[in-house]
């Protein structure tokens, strides 16, 4: 069998052509799990551009859970990653760490917490299911040298929030809850004592197929500061960035464009499709004439009916 012909990396000029490379390297049955995504939300938002702004000072950074990160772009946490490349885990931080990107791990990752620590000169946040073994895995992750803990709750358990306030107990470090649909949802993330929170839809849409760059501005209003609110599903730009920052978040998580770049190229595949997607923010927001992230306003952006 001849060896997959790929495009040269510095011929890829957005996240969303890693995607087809990605496609000839990974076996159909394993390429499914990181395949495609509904993006039809980011389509009925535009923006409201300024002109005559100066721009040139332009500062992307931002102060998360009192850690500065150089972008409000993270990888978000992604199980077994060596199914896409060999390297897995390893070749994800290191590539982040390059990109200089906070990397958010999975409890099920297929290298050990302590060998993915030492690979990162980035922030590392860990990612664990609000189950029975978290607090062992927490507490190994802390240990390790993660500093912030991203606990994941699916639709409709309502015993996660007493897990959470089990897990939390005693834990100094803050908590962010991942899967957060609804504002019901927030306000209870709040009361059991949430820094953080991420607006999902846990890997699919729901069954009003709502998007969580949808939701997201009630969250943000419900939640009023207190915490800090970001979001994940379907991003793979930098204008689709810059669209949750005017609407209220404090971050984004992205997975899929970031196992592209892993699963083609590796290392330098991760660190490509992240430059690329802080290189598009910028631009995004240049345009926006909004010259840091406190700049941008939810009157940027307009938000069209179905």
């Known amino acids: 069998m001849s060896p997959v012909r790929l495009p040269p990396l510095g011929e890829l000029v957005n996240a969303l052509e890693f995607e087809e490379p990605a496609k000839l390297t990974l076996p159909p049955s394993v390429f499914t799990a990181i395949a495609g995504g509904d993006r039809a939300a980011f389509d009925r938002i535009t923006f409201r551009p300024r002109m005559m702004v100066p721009t040139l000072d332009l500062d992307m950074s931002v102060d998360l859970l009192g850690e500065p990160h150089f972008t409000p772009i993270l990888i978000g946490p992604v199980a077994e990653q060596r199914r896409f490349h060999k390297d897995a885990e390893l070749a994800t931080v290191r590539g982040a760490s390059e990109a200089r990107a906070a990397v958010v791990v999975s409890s099920r990752s297929s290298v050990p917490i302590g060998e993915i ?168 927001l240049g345009a926006l004439g909004a010259v840091n992230l406190k700049a941008l306003t939810r009157a940027m952006v307009r938000v069209h009916r179905r």
Not at 122 to 138: E, H, K, M, V
Not at 148 to 154: F, P, R, S, T
Not at 255 to 273: E, F, H, K, Q, S
């Open 117 to 284: 620590v030492a690979q990162a000169k980035s922030p590392l946040w860990f990612s664990a299911y609000a189950d029975s073994d978290a607090r062992r895995q927490i507490d190994g992750a802390l240990a390790a040298g993660c500093k912030v803990i991203c606990l994941a709750v699916e639709p409709s358990a309502k015993p996660n929030w007493q897990r959470i306030e089990t897990i939390r107990r005693g834990l100094h470090a803050p908590i962010v809850v991942k899967g957060i649909a609804t504002v019901q949802d927030a306000k209870a993330a709040l009361d059991q004592g949430a820094k953080g929170m991420v607006v999902s839809d846990h890997g699919g849409a729901g069954a009003d197929k709502t998007a969580p760059i949808e939701v997201l501005p009630s969250i943000v209003e419900a939640v009023a500061g207190r915490a800090a609110v970001l979001v994940d599903g379907g991003f793979r730009r930098g204008s689709d960035v810059a669209k949750a920052l005017a609407l209220g978040a404090t971050g984004v998580l992205l997975a899929r464009p970031i196992m592209w770049g892993l699963a083609a190229y590796g290392a330098d595949g991760v660190r490509t499709v992240l430059e690329l997607l802080q290189n598009d923010l910028a631009r995004n």
